[in-house]
């Protein structure tokens, strides 16, 4: 299981931290990835991470804004959001791939997302 959370209201250039807290299966050779769905739009993938550790990856619009990282010990991943823009707007959700997969998917297990909501 999977469990975004850290949503809230934060104004334009502000910063936010989303955890993502894991339980269940073992995600050790796994990726989890960041997605977010802004009204009206398509999901979109956002950042990914090993759980073993090793290079991210992140989208164009978020590169430089956004870092994750994780911690094992706590099995939770994170991400930091710095410099936020209204278009930032949007329900992010966490995500695990399939046992081998990686940065790029397939994402098989979803948590529920939470709610960023970034004021102009």
């Known amino acids: 299981q999977l469990q975004a959370s850290g949503g809230g209201l934060v104004q334009a250039g502000g910063s936010l931290t989303l955890s993502c807290a894991t339980s269940g299966r073992t995600f050790s050779s796994s990726a989890i990835g960041w997605f977010r769905r802004a009204p009206g739009k398509e999901r979109e993938f956002v950042a990914a991470i090993p759980w073993s550790g090793g290079t991210t990856y992140y989208a164009d619009s978020v590169k430089g804004r956004f870092t994750t990282s994780r911690d094992n010990a706590k099995n939770t991943v994170y991400l930091q959001m710095n410099r936020l823009k209204p278009e930032d707007t949007a329900v992010y959700y966490c995500?695990?791939?399939?046992?081998?997969?990686?940065?790029?998917?397939?994402?098989?297990?979803w948590g529920q997302g939470t709610l960023v909501t970034v004021s102009s």
């Open positions: 995500a695990a791939t399939i046992t081998g997969g990686n940065l790029l998917g397939p994402y098989d297990s």
